[in-house]
């Protein structure tokens, strides 16, 4: 059964920073599109980063532009979301989703998710 798995999060104070894990058991993330989304309590869900599954190219939120940085670890199977400089509105339920898609930050294109984790960030 194809499943994400998110980790990493956790109560950092302003302007620290997080690495989340994506890690995926029943299917291999090469050949996905990776996206990293976030919901805040009271908001909509927002895309945050996403990472092409061909080229490795990377999309970003203009909220998160020069702080956070997607990857792949193809060896392990996992895709990483580093978060430097972190804000208190950062602060979400983080979600990865793997899709057959171009880079992008439109949910409805992804097909598989995974359970999130939460991300505080509070002095």
């Known amino acids: 059964q194809e499943q994400l798995v998110e980790s990493g999060g956790g109560l950092v104070q302003p302007g620290g920073s997080l690495r989340l894990s994506c890690a995926a058991s029943?299917?291999?993330?090469?050949?996905?599109?990776i996206g990293w989304f976030r919901q805040a309590p009271g908001k909509e869900r927002e895309g945050v980063s996403s990472?092409?599954?061909?080229?490795?190219?990377?999309v970003y939120a203009d909220s998160v532009k020069g702080r956070f940085t997607i990857s792949r670890d193809k060896a392990k199977n996992s895709v990483y979301l580093q978060m430097n400089d972190l804000k208190p509105e950062d602060t979400a339920v983080y979600y990865c989703?793997?899709?057959?898609?171009?880079?992008?930050?439109?949910?409805?294109?992804?097909?598989?998710w995974g359970q999130g984790t939460q991300v505080t960030v509070s002095s």
């Open positions: 989703a793997a899709g057959i898609t171009i880079a992008t930050l439109e949910s409805r294109v992804y097909d598989y």
């Open positions: 990472i092409s599954s061909n080229d490795g190219v990377a």
């Open positions: 029943g299917f291999r993330l090469d050949y996905y599109t």
